[in-house]
Nanobody, 121 residues
């Protein structure tokens, strides 16, 4: 089994910055794509940013130029640095990792427990 543990999040004023991290542990052979998603009561869960094992990065248009995703493959950790935060960034943020438990090539998606980010004055 694999567990993803998120840290960071909290309350920040508009224009401020916040960092999130998510570390994986358990039965892991390799971690492929890592990513961050967010969800509000009014919206379905949406992609924020992803980073592949080769380092290819994809951002939602709404966060381009403000958020930065990075990963430490050896530590099985993904990070999200959020700058110039806006009230509309308020959401529960979830990390997701595509994990292979063995060398078979079979992968499973795992999600973190979610962490609340609130942008408000």
């Amino acid at each position: 089994q694999v567990q993803l543990v998120e840290s960071g999040g909290g309350l920040v004023q508009p224009g401020g910055s916040l960092g999130l991290s998510c570390a994986a542990s358990g039965s892991i052979f390799r971690v492929y794509t890592m990513g961050w998603y967010r969800q509000t009561p009014e919206k379905q869960r949406e992609l924020v940013a992803t980073i592949t094992g080769a380092g290819r990065i994809n951002y939602a248009d709404s966060v381009k130029g403000r958020f930065t995703i990075s990963r430490d493959t050896a530590k099985r950790t993904v990070y999200l640095q959020m700058n110039s935060l806006k009230p509309e960034d308020t959401a529960v943020y979830y990390c997701k990792m595509v994990v292979a438990a063995t060398s078979s090539g079979i992968t499973t998606d795992y999600w973190g427990q979610g962490t609340q980010v609130t942008v408000s004055s």
